[in-house]
C-alpha cells in the first residue's frame, strides 16, 4: 500500500519532497480513538511536517465508529508536552486540555464517510480522533499511516530525534 504510485504522488505534493513513512497501525475493530494533534505523539523534526492518511478498507458506516477530524485546528499553537500533561504520567490531561480546546474555539468535528479504498490525510497538528461504535456489527478496517519529508528527521513526543532509513 505504501509503496503505491498514486499515494507516493500525492505525499511528495504535500511534502515537497520524498516521503518517509514513520507509522503505521491497522484497524480491524472499531475501537475508539480519543481526541489529539498527532504532533503530540511523533512528528517531522520541523514541527507540522508530518502527513497522515486514513485509508478506509471498506465501506465505512455511519455507525461503525468513524475518524473525524477538526478542520483548521491545525492553525492553533498546540498543547506542547510538558511536566503537567506528559505522556508517560498525565496523559488524561492532555486530553481533557484538547476537548477543552474544540469546546472553547467551538471547533467543528467532521466524520466523512469514507468508502474502500479513499483516504483521508491531515496535518500533524490537526485534531482527530475516532467517534466510539454504535454499532456491534459494523467494523471500521482501516489503516492510518504517517509520512515525513525524507531528509527530516523523526521526532517522537516533541523531544527526542532520530534518523530513520528510507528504503
Not at 478506509?56 to 498543547?79: Q, T, V
Request: neutral net charge.
Amino acid at each position: 500500500i505504501f509503496s503505491h504510485s498514486q499515494l507516493c504522488k500525492t505525499l511528495n505534493f504535500f511534502l515537497n519532497e520524498k516521503p518517509k513513512f514513520v507509522q503505521s497501525m491497522y484497524f480491524e475493530g472499531n475501537s475508539a480513538t480519543w481526541e489529539h494533534q498527532d504532533t503530540y505523539y511523533l512528528d517531522s523534526e520541523i514541527i507540522g511536517s508530518m502527513v497522515a492518511g486514513w485509508i478506509a478498507l471498506e465501506n465505512i458506516a455511519a455507525d461503525a465508529g468513524r475518524f473525524f477530524i477538526c478542520p483548521l485546528s491545525n492553525k492553533i499553537d498546540l498543547i506542547k508536552q510538558s511536566k503537567l500533561n506528559n505522556y508517560a504520567y498525565n496523559h488524561q490531561k492532555y486530553i481533557r486540555e484538547v476537548v477543552s480546546l474544540i469546546k472553547e474555539k467551538n471547533l467543528k468535528i467532521i466524520a466523512p464517510y469514507l468508502e474502500l479504498g479513499d483516504v483521508l490525510f491531515w496535518n500533524s497538528k490537526t485534531i482527530h480522533g475516532s467517534l466510539d461504535s454504535q454499532s456491534m456489527t459494523n467494523s471500521r478496517s482501516s489503516i492510518t499511516f504517517h509520512a515525513i519529508p525524507e531528509s527530516h528527521k523523526f521526532l517522537q513526543f516533541q523531544s527526542r530525534q532520530s534518523t530513520l532509513i528510507s528504503f
